[in-house]
């Protein structure tokens, strides 16, 4: 039968990129050992589908993935451009068998134990799966009373493309990360704003503070080993960063932040205390879910609605790793999971004795 390896990665972002490159430094070999599916048209993952306004400057960091440095010429360049092109380098560079567009519909156990993928373009026969497939086509937004009645636009961040587009019009925005503190900065030059966010936000000043991340990841971490649904580190910390771009935004009166509404009506956003704030539009800055609906007929998830996970991999399946999931949800966070799991499949898949030499 054809289309039978030893591990399918599902995902060319960050997390399967990383994962594949690890799973080839330990003697997997491309195309006849492993896959890469990725459901999108061209390389870059969620990247490419960034707003234009996200430069390379303004995001919080791309890191490295393993092998080649992202040296992207400009801090001006787009995301949404600098970083698909590193991929689409990276995949060339090393030869990694991504097939795309392929989109992975279901992941099901086979009688004899394995693992059959279904996709859009076929089906694969594995081993077993890195799951890498992010969030970005997962954005979740909050259920408010009266808001299917609302008569202005609603919209996630995934639809911003630009503030130009609601001059003249009063947005609210919500959410409490550094998506709504970027864009209630950029929308605010042109039309007026209302913040809104569940907690107050904390701001933190300067670099990266690299123990409070340490400390929101071990949150995150321990989450997933309960079975947890797994939150952003933002969201377990409430911090945010004040860059200069949201200091001149703080400066400028737009981060003043007022709690959670109530409900929504037909022409704005309203509390229990009376108080009213009329909206042409609502922008949900309120994050994403995990994309892995495809690993339903796994069965995977457990009472905590979350999946119980044991370090890169689901506990009790050591087959099936979730990378760029939970506390790997980053780019660093990706790169180091990616590396883990193509470690603990060598060893599991081959065993001791088919060690590489220079592993
Ligand atoms: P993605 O980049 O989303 O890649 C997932 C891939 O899986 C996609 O190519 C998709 O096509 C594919 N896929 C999905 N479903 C399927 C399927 N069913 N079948 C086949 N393929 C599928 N993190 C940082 O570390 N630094 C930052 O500066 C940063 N900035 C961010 C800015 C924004 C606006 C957002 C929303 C997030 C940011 N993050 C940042 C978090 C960031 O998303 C992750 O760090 C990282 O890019 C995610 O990589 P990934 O590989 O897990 O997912």
Redesign the pocket.
């Known amino acids: 039968m054809g289309n039978e390896v030893e591990v399918v990665v599902?995902?060319?972002?960050?997390?399967?990129?990383?994962t594949a490159w690890a799973l080839a430094r330990q003697g997997f070999a491309p195309e006849s050992e492993f896959v890469v599916?990725?459901?999108?048209d061209a390389p870059?993952?969620?990247?490419?589908h960034?707003?234009p306004s996200?430069t390379v400057g303004t995001?919080?960091?791309?890191?490295d993935l393993p092998g080649l440095p992202f040296e992207p010429d400009a801090d001006e360049l787009r995301?949404a451009d600098a970083?698909p092109a590193y991929f689409a380098e990276y995949e060339r560079r090393f030869g990694l068998p991504v097939h795309?567009?392929?989109?992975?519909?279901a992941v099901r156990r086979t009688d004899d134990d394995r693992f059959r993928v279904e996709?859009d373009a076929g089906q694969w026969t594995t081993r077993a799966v890195v799951n890498?497939?992010?969030?970005?086509?997962r954005p979740f937004v909050p259920r408010y009373p009266g808001q299917e009645r609302f008569r202005g636009r609603q919209l996630h961040?995934?639809d911003y493309r630009s503030a130009d587009e609601f001059a003249g019009q009063h947005v609210v925005v919500v959410g409490g990360g550094?998506?709504a503190t970027?864009l209630l900065g950029e929308i605010s030059t042109v039309t007026g704003t209302t913040w809104v966010t569940r907690r107050p936000p904390v701001w933190r000043e300067g670099p990266f503070d690299e123990d409070a991340g340490r400390r929101a990841v071990a949150l995150v971490e321990q989450a997933v080993r309960e079975g947890r649904r797994p939150g952003s580190v933002v969201g377990v910390t409430g911090l945010l960063t004040s860059t200069p771009y949201v200091r001149e935004a703080l400066d400028r009166g737009v981060l003043e932040r007022l709690p959670m509404f109530d409900r929504i009506t037909e022409d704005g956003v309203a509390w229990a205390d009376g108080s009213f704030v009329p909206a042409d539009v609502i922008l949900w800055a309120t994050?994403?879910r995990a994309?892995v609906?495809?690993l339903a007929p796994l069965r995977l998830r457990g009472p905590g609605g979350g999946i119980r996970m044991d370090g890169t991999h689901v506990a009790g399946e050591p087959r099936i790793h979730l990378?760029?999931?939970g506390p790997?949800?980053?780019?660093?966070?990706?790169n180091r999971a990616g590396q883990s799991a193509a470690r603990q499949l060598r060893r599991l898949l081959r065993g001791p004795r088919e060690l590489p030499r220079s592993a």
Do not use: C, E, N
């Open positions: 599902i995902g060319a972002g960050q997390a399967g990129l990383s599916l990725d459901a999108d870059g993952g969620a990247w490419q960034r707003w996200l995001t919080h960091r791309v890191h995301a970083v795309r567009p392929v989109r992975v519909r996709t890498a497939t992010g969030t970005w086509s961040t995934v550094a998506s970027q994050g994403f994309a609906a495809h990378v760029g999931y790997s949800a980053s780019t660093i966070g990706a």
